[in-house]
């Protein structure tokens, strides 16, 4: 009887035990398969990580230029509205760096007085918030300082040995002082500048998300000519293909020159030049007077391109403002 019950005992603990080790067993492999899936995890996590890491998209780097000839008086309003309009859009911090470049119409000591002046406000107005450089000129050769400028930006990338898609990734803007000397009232005021200032200056991130998104797109401006320039000489490039225009020359006697430049292409074998034409070029013009156009969107595609004819508009066929959009009066190039 006694033996009976030590025996009842002895299987009671032993059940006991195992169940003990059983259960021992199982907590232990929980806590391994748990150590492993957090380390499955982690190491999925920092691949992942390592991953978004190799595709995020290179970097834009980003140059403004703007030039204009200083108005032997009134010149103060114009560049302080049009730098100061740098800083309000956020361009000029965002920019690698920003050149400003200004030049007198005579060569003599009021002139070179004058240059210092319009430099040291614009180093008042920027050199807190962007990388400035700024440069001089006496004299007047019209644009040809600052689209010099812009050509040698790309020159100075592929003398520093910088590949193709660097160049393909540096955007470069420039712009002038449109309304210098208008003998139309105020400067700062004219119907050009208000119009084409907000889209191809301010409007800067959209575009800049275009260049990123459209590789096919080489230069951006307010209205794109057949030629492949943009009308009011305020126009985005890649550097990739400034440096395939022609080194820009002094035309003292052709002050368009230097708006035709952007559409000039250059065969350094023959020395030639030839329309580089539009099929890269995206003209940024609201359809409607006063409407924003997003940018980012395919409102504008490459290859739609709307342009007023300048011949037609000069003899007063078309309506600036209403040169294009959905029911163009100007013709679409492209198709």
Not at 289 to 314: D, T
Request: some cysteine.
């Amino acid at each position: 009887m006694f033996w009976s019950t030590d025996s009842s005992i002895a299987e009671v603990m032993a059940f006991t035990l195992g169940r003990r080790l059983v259960l021992s067993l199982l907590l232990v492999l929980v806590v391994l398969v748990l150590s492993f899936s957090l380390l499955f995890l982690a190491v999925w996590t920092t691949s992942s990580a390592v991953v978004v890491v190799a595709v995020a998209a290179p970097r834009v780097r980003i140059t403004v230029v703007y030039y204009t000839a200083l108005h032997p008086v009134k010149w103060r309003d114009l560049v302080a509205v049009q730098l100061q309009t740098l800083v309000k859009c956020g361009l000029a911090a965002a920019a690698d760096s920003v050149e400003v470049l200004f030049s007198s119409l005579v060569d003599d000591d009021a002139g070179r007085k004058q240059l210092a002046e319009a430099a040291q406000l614009a180093k008042l107005l920027l050199g807190d918030v962007a990388t400035l450089r700024v440069a001089t000129h006496p004299g007047n050769h019209y644009e040809y300082p600052g689209i010099r400028r812009a050509f040698d930006l790309a020159a100075e990338g592929e003398l520093r040995g910088e590949s193709e898609d660097e160049q393909r990734r540096h955007l470069v803007l420039y712009h002038h002082g449109k309304g210098m000397f208008s003998t139309k009232g105020d400067q700062t005021k004219g119907g050009a500048l208000l119009t084409v200032t907000p889209v191809v200056v301010e409007g800067w991130r959209g575009i800049v998300q275009r260049f990123a998104n459209d590789s096919a797109m080489n230069k951006a401006g307010y209205i794109t000519s057949p030629a492949g320039f943009h009308w009011y000489n305020f126009w985005w490039a890649r550097a990739s293909y400034l440096r395939l225009l022609e080194p820009p020359q002094v035309h003292d006697e052709d002050r368009f020159y230097y708006e035709r430049w952007l559409g000039y292409l250059y065969n350094a074998t023959t020395g030639q030049v030839h329309d580089a034409g539009a099929a890269d070029s995206l003209s940024l013009c609201p359809g409607n007077r006063g409407r924003v156009l997003n940018y980012a969107s395919a409102n504008h595609k490459i290859n739609k391109h709307c342009y007023i004819c300048c011949s037609v508009w000069k003899r007063g066929l078309l309506q600036f403002g209403k040169s294009c959009g959905g029911t163009p009066r100007g013709r679409r190039f492209g198709s």
